[in-house]
């Protein structure tokens, strides 16, 4: 069978309506979606090497065909009626495939995230780092964007989005919100982000931490009074940091953690779960830094925070297993 335009519209239409999450196109084998977590075929719809190439003809600029062309895999963020969707276009075993993302239009408010919510609680912060964690898929960019899209609209700032794609798009608000994206607005995050303290920003929206010279520009933005939020693809609070060090030579690791503790705000690390009721919740573990985390980070000894979070729910942290029992209560209703 061939995929058509009219079944490639079809698809990703009822997948945005539907409350899929991931689309995935292999030429020679059915569609693919994942709801909720969990993939099915479309057995009716299996594209072939050319229909798959007409739709990338369709969706992609020549610049992005060049790109691919050249040996690259392509992100680039496309639209489709109301719909938008996140795209990566890769080779395997040398042909053409496609994962789509779907993107709601609405950006949901943080009250409405349930646990991952919580973060929150470090929407009046003026400066430092506030860092948010979790593995591929468990919402990581949708907490960011709540958390964007609440400042944009309560508060009187400049917000700079660095993107790789850009994803959600944010409504006029109260602030200004400058999105750039790799690739079409800058070449790099790292000169980006040397830049972006020309720009007068208030806040500084880093997508993702993918390198040391990245790491050691949002320390320094955060430290020079520039609220800087950005995520992480680690499963906990301790993994987020050892991970944050591991990214610095070992005769460095002293000064970051130092700096680290100087400007960090807090770090969520959350997960989705599935909800008997139907979907998937939000989990989080939540760490504040107050002087005992500070201390505890100078001196690298994450395995101890654990122990902090267990006992200072007071200030608003939680371990994982607290945010469960919280989910738990709400199953139970």
């Keep these: 069978m061939s995929l058509s335009d009219h079944d490639f519209e079809r698809i990703m239409i009822c997948a945005a309506e539907a409350g899929i ?8 084998e059915p569609v693919f979606w994942r709801r909720y977590g969990d993939l099915s075929p479309l057995r009716e719809y299996v594209p072939c090497v050319e229909d798959l190439w007409r739709i990338f003809t369709r969706i992609t600029s020549d ?11 392509v992100d680039f963020g496309w639209d489709l009626e109301q719909w938008r969707y996140r795209v990566n276009a890769y080779r395997q075993k040398g042909k053409l495939s496609f994962a789509f993302r779907t993107i709601n239009r ?27 964690t979790g593995a591929t898929s468990m919402g990581k960019t949708t907490t960011m964007a709540a958390f964007i899209n609440e400042l944009n609209i309560h508060k009187d700032l400049h917000i700079v989005t660095l993107e790789d794609p850009i994803e959600y798009i944010y409504p006029r608000g109260r602030s200004i919100i400058s999105q750039r994206e790799l690739g079409q607005d800058f070449n790099s995050y790292e000169s980006a982000l040397k ?10 929206c880093v997508a993702e931490l993918r390198s040391r010279q990245v790491a050691e520009l949002a320390l320094s933005a955060a430290a020079t009074g520039h609220l800087v939020i950005t995520t992480m693809h680690t499963a906990t609070v301790s993994e987020a940091l050892a991970r944050f060090e591991s990214m610095f030579p070992a005769e460095q690791q002293a000064q970051m953690r130092g700096l680290m503790a100087s400007v960090l705000l807090g770090i969520s690390a959350q997960k989705l779960i599935h909800n008997p009721k139907g979907g998937r919740v939000s989990a ?8 005992p985390v500070k201390n505890l980070i100078r001196t690298g000894k994450y ?15 939680q371990t994982m297993e607290m ?5 738990g209560k709400y199953f139970n209703e």
């Design 284 to 291: 989080a573990e939540i760490i504040v830094a107050n002087q």
């Design 21 to 28: 999450s991931d689309v995935h196109f292999h030429p020679g």
């Design 303 to 317: 395995e101890q925070l654990l122990s902090v979070m267990q006992s200072s729910r007071k200030e608003g942290m």
């Design 106 to 132: 609405i950006i949901p408010e943080l009250d409405g995230l349930g646990e991952a919510g919580k973060i929150k609680q470090f929407i009046d912060e003026e400066q430092g780092l506030l860092m948010i």
């Design 63 to 73: 610049e992005q065909r060049e790109k691919y062309v050249d040996g690259d895999d």
């Design 323 to 327: 945010s469960l029992e919280n989910i």
């Design 195 to 204: 830049s972006v303290l020309r720009q007068d920003p208030d806040v500084i």
